[in-house]
């Protein structure tokens, strides 16, 4: 097996070819994912806000118009 860590890349051989790099990176990016996602929630939560306030806003003007 390979060893990945949050200290570095490490050399992982698979099929003669070293992807101990892409491991690191992936493994870097999932955990950048997780400290990222009560951020990406919030804009997600907000952006459904705004388009049902939207929503709303233009089917009341539509009926009173």
Do not use: H, M, Q
């Amino acid at each position: 097996g390979c060893a990945v860590n949050e200290g570095g890349a490490s050399e992982c051989r698979i099929g003669g070819v070293d992807v101990g790099e892409s491991l690191y990176a992936l493994f870097a990016a999932g955990w950048l994912g997780i400290l990222l996602l009560p951020f990406s929630a919030l804009a997600v939560l907000a952006g459904i806000g705004i388009t049902a306030l939207d929503f709303f806003n233009r089917k009341r003007r539509k009926s009173s118009g």
